[in-house]
């Protein structure tokens, strides 16, 4: 039986996804996650359950040290554990990305510095280190501007400024958003960059030994302009003349081997306008939340089962299936309490659509992105044709009523003060 490390966030959506792939393909499954390391002792758990993802040197030291038999393969389930992975498949000497690769692509900073060092289509970009002032860039910006934190992902601390005074905002507010997400932030600083005006897309794909192999094209059809970024639809086939998506392939193949990834699964996002394909990010992961079930129909198997049989080196069915398909990440319109939901059964009813997941727990605080970066929940769609997806997804959606509710009640006044006995 294969044996294969698995890397789960106590806070991840797919855990269940990749489990129940596990199940199906046999292979056994050596957990390891990264539960509190105070709690997880006095809960009987294992080293390996209270892992400092983001600190991989550590993690890593730990995982060689308690497992005591051979792997097979090490697989992170989402970006919070990539690099981890890539550092103990080489330590491990199996195939997989080099630790070096993985942190180059993930830093947005050193990833815009890649695309220019190889004379990819690049934003203008400047580096501001934490502390100082934003002011002093001014004379080398041009507005817009995208204000970014370094390595956070899900559209988490992204804020578009327009002028001088909306650009201090954004930087006092990213700031704190990395601050709270990463614990290298002061070390880190942040990245602005030009505005990109565009089409937003998103290719899944597989390298093999520096190879890539295409699974989905997705167009986001909704505009993505800021001063926010929360993505929504993500729809396939794409709706792109062929010849642009030969060339987002084609480009997406040539910054992986310009950073040196080589292997497993690939997120790439892109921009499309009148000068052409802009790299907004190239990830060495899959697609993110349960957004990977829009494409079950497609393989012909799950996205996680796909990805599973690459690492343990089984063969790949081939699927020709036909048709279109389309997921809606459901978005959180405000901060506050989730209370609950009307219309699901209504949502559920609309035709085209397979399934409505919610993710979102009652009683649990939410936020939109730029300070979250979760969603309510999925909606899926399957249709003749992209466009009869896309307006199933929408349908659904609008039948849909959150209830969520403000962090704090207002507080009744005070009842007027009285003399009277």
């Given at each position: ?9 106590t ?18 499954i ?6 509190c ?24 030291d ?102 001088s ?13 990395q ?38 094209l ?12 929360e ?31 080589t ?5 790439a ?41 690459r ?29 609950g ?73 005070p ?7």
């Amino acid at each position: 039986m294969k044996r294969v490390l698995l890397l789960l966030p106590t806070t991840g959506y797919r855990n269940a996804d990749f489990l129940a792939a596990a199940k199906k393909l046999g292979v056994e499954i050596v957990a390891a996650a990264d539960y509190c390391h105070q709690l997880a002792p006095s809960w009987g758990m294992a080293p390996i359950m209270a892992l400092h993802f983001d600190r991989p040197e550590q993690a890593a030291d730990t995982v060689l040290r308690e497992i005591k038999f051979n792997l097979d393969g090490v697989l992170a389930v989402d970006d919070s554990g990539i690099e981890l992975a890539a550092l103990l498949a080489e330590r491990l000497h199996l195939p997989g990305n080099s630790a070096h690769a993985v942190r180059r692509v993930r830093d947005k900073l050193a990833f815009r510095r890649l695309l220019r060092e190889h004379e990819f289509r690049c934003p203008e970009f400047r580096y501001l280190p934490s502390g100082e002032d934003p002011g002093t860039l001014l004379p080398r910006l041009k507005f817009p501007v995208v204000v970014k934190a370094r390595r956070l992902s899900a559209s988490r601390g992204v804020i578009r400024a327009d002028d001088s005074g909306q650009l201090v905002q954004a930087v006092n507010r990213v700031r704190a958003i990395q601050s709270r997400a990463d614990r290298d932030a002061q070390e880190l600083g942040l990245i602005i960059e030009g505005f990109i005006s565009g089409c937003e897309y998103a290719l899944e794909a597989v390298l093999d030994q520096g190879e890539l192999t295409a699974l989905a094209l997705f167009d986001k059809p909704d505009p993505l302009d800021g001063p926010y970024f929360e993505e929504t639809l993500y729809i396939t086939p794409s709706r792109l003349p062929a010849e642009f998506q030969s060339r987002i392939r084609h480009e997406v193949a040539r910054v992986c081997r310009s950073a040196g990834l080589t292997d497993g699964p690939v997120h790439a996002e892109m921009r499309v306008n009148d000068l052409g394909i802009w790299l907004l990010e190239v990830a060495p992961r899959s697609i993110g939340g349960l957004c990977g079930r829009v494409l079950t129909h497609s393989l012909g198997m799950t996205l996680e089962e796909l990805i599973l049989r690459r690492v343990v080196g089984e063969a790949l069915p081939n699927s020709n299936a036909a048709g279109a398909a389309g997921v809606m990440m459901v978005p959180i319109p405000r901060r506050g309490i989730y209370h609950g939901v009307e219309g699901l059964a209504e949502a559920r009813a609309v035709p085209a659509v397979t399934e409505v997941t919610l993710t979102v727990e009652t009683g649990q605080i939410i936020a939109p992105p730029p300070d979250g970066a979760s969603y309510l929940g999925f909606i899926f769609a399957r249709a003749a044709s992209p466009a009869e997806a896309e307006n199933a997804l929408r349908i659904a959606h609008h039948r849909l009523h959150f209830d969520i509710r403000p962090e704090y009640a207002a507080m009744a006044a005070p009842a007027a003060y009285s003399s009277k006995r």
